[in-house]
C-alpha cells in the first residue's frame, strides 16, 4: 500500500511564496510520474504540474514561470515550489502518483494524497 502526504501548505500574502512537499512511503519512485493537482472552491479538479522518472515536467500554463516541480529519489519526495502567488492560486493542493500512463491524465495516477490548503490572501 502506497501513501502520500502533503505538508507545507497555508496562508500567505500575494506575492509570497511557498513549498509544498509530498512523502511517499515505499520505494515510490520506482512509479513513472508524479504530479500536483489543486480544487478550488467551486472548481474541478486540475493539473498543476508533473514529473516522469526521467525528469521531463509539464506545467499548467497559469503557472508557468512561477512555479517549480521537483523530485528526490534518496527521500521519496516530491515539492511544488510556488512563487509570484496570486489569490487565484487559493485551492486545495493534492499529489498524486502514477505507475504507468501519461503523466498529464487524472486517470493515469493510482494514488492521492489527503490535500494541504493553500491560501493566498491579504
Known amino acids: 500500500q502506497v501513501q502520500l502526504v502533503e505538508s507545507g501548505g497555508g496562508l500567505v500574502q500575494p506575492g509570497g511564496s511557498l513549498r509544498l512537499s509530498c512523502a511517499a512511503s515505499?520505494?515510490?519512485?520506482?512509479?513513472?510520474?508524479m504530479g500536483w493537482y489543486r480544487q478550488a472552491p467551486g472548481k474541478k479538479r486540475e493539473l498543476v504540474a508533473a514529473i516522469t522518472t526521467g525528469g521531463t515536467t509539464n506545467y499548467a500554463d497559469s503557472v508557468k514561470g512561477r512555479f517549480t516541480i521537483s523530485r528526490d529519489n534518496a527521500k521519496n519526495t516530491v515539492y511544488l515550489q510556488m512563487n509570484s502567488l496570486k489569490p487565484e492560486d487559493t485551492a486545495v493542493y493534492y499529489c498524486?502518483?502514477?505507475?504507468?500512463?501519461?503523466?498529464?491524465?487524472?486517470?493515469?495516477?493510482?494514488?492521492w494524497g489527503q490535500g494541504t490548503q493553500v491560501t493566498v490572501s491579504s
Open positions: 498524486a502518483a502514477a505507475r504507468s500512463g501519461d503523466s498529464t491524465s487524472k486517470s493515469s495516477y493510482d494514488y
Open positions: 515505499g520505494n515510490i519512485f520506482r512509479l513513472n510520474s
